[in-house]
């Protein structure tokens, strides 16, 4: 199957009221384009799964702006005013979770597990509505995985295929999110032919890669 396809065709994929994830860590890693055009196409009432919500002027940023997100899960939103002012006028659904539960509920999403058991949050509101675990005596919050419709994702460099290369800290949420949806559309700063790419340096594998659109660079 081609996997390269039009930008166009690739955000026709995404529909109202759909989870979404982003990647990206205040925009490293983030793919610009394919959040321009849903903003372009007008794409509502979508569920965003990310680290942050960047900066107003940038990615998912602009997405608060637009009004294109109902809800947002993130690990904090203290770049972006925007959304803390449409959380507090009740018009945004914030919520807010520790970096790395984040990260272990997308990995735990994509590789196809219950949960996973956590001290952090015990004792504060973080642990409110959810289920704990005792272990050997010590006492764990089971935070449930969290899966997606779709993620897009951006790496430097794709072969035909879809193995990716993620450059230095835009790997970020990457990898993780590309294992955590149904639909995984990469937008790619190079494509390159199969082969080109030393196996050794592959980050995500084809096999989690459902399109690739060409990015910018």
């Known amino acids: 199957m081609e996997k390269i396809i039009t930008l166009e065709e690739a955000v026709s994929k995404i529909n109202d009221g759909m989870t979404v994830m982003i990647g990206g860590f205040l925009g490293t890693g ?11 196409k007008g794409i509502k009432n979508l569920t965003v799964v990310a680290n942050d919500t960047s900066f107003p002027d940038q990615n998912i940023g602009k997405l608060v702006v637009e009004r ?47 949960g996973i058991l956590t001290p952090t949050g015990l004792g504060t509101i973080v642990e409110e509505g959810k289920e704990k675990v005792v272990v050997d005596g010590e006492t764990f919050i089971l935070e449930k995985p969290i899966k997606a419709d779709v993620a897009i994702i951006r790496a430097s460099k794709v072969d035909r295929k879809g193995n990716c290369v993620f450059d230095k800290s835009a790997r970020n949420f990457n990898p993780l999110m590309a294992m955590a949806a149904e639909t995984v559309i990469v937008e790619a700063d190079e494509i390159v032919e199969v082969g080109s790419i030393d196996p050794d340096r592959v980050m995500t594998p084809h096999i989690f890669v459902s399109y690739i659109v060409k990015g910018a660079k």
């Open 68 to 114: 294109n997100v109902s809800k947002v899960i993130v690990s904090h939103i203290g770049t972006n005013p925007e959304t803390g002012r449409q959380m507090n006028a009740g018009e945004l659904d914030v919520v807010l979770v520790p970096q790395g539960t984040l990260a272990e509920q997308v990995r735990a999403g994509g590789a196809g597990l219950g």
């Open 30 to 40: 983030s793919p610009d384009l394919l959040v321009d055009k849903i903003i372009e």
